[in-house]
């Protein structure tokens, strides 16, 4: 069962933009702890480059990405977005979404941890 789909990636230049969004099909974001923005480059390992707690919304990036994304959540489209700006050969990955879902907030019970298909970000002249 399918429960992130990523969208939003793509071809871009250097400098350039793209904003990526990660939808959820069987819950709501409401219903999870935080929400995270991994990627993956060929033979590297998948990283962490934005994350964003619920319900609070506190946000944390690497240095290497910091000043140039951001995340964010859109609780009426049940969507979280990753905003890229200034983009860099070095960005070029596959980049997947994470999400710590629960089915009590409150209590934080019933706790899984979702991931998406991922989407290719291809950052060249």
């Known amino acids: 069962q399918v429960h992130l789909v990523e969208s939003g990636g793509g071809w871009v230049q250097p400098g350039g933009s793209l904003t990526l969004s990660c939808t959820a099909s069987?819950?709501?974001?409401?219903?999870?702890?935080?929400t995270s923005w991994y990627r993956q480059a060929p033979g590297k390992e998948r990283d962490l480059v934005a994350h964003?707690?619920?319900?609070?919304?506190?946000?944390n990036y690497p240095d290497s990405v910091k000043g140039r994304f951001t995340i964010s959540r859109d609780d009426g489209k049940n969507a979280v977005y990753l905003q890229m700006n200034n983009l860099k050969p070095e960005d070029t990955a596959v980049y997947y979404c994470s999400t710590v879902y629960t089915s009590n907030p409150e209590l934080r019970e019933g706790l899984k941890i979702y991931w998406g298909q991922g989407t290719q970000v291809t950052v060249a002249s």
């Open positions: 069987t819950f709501t974001f409401k219903n999870t702890i935080a």
């Open positions: 964003i707690t619920t319900p609070d919304g506190k946000t």
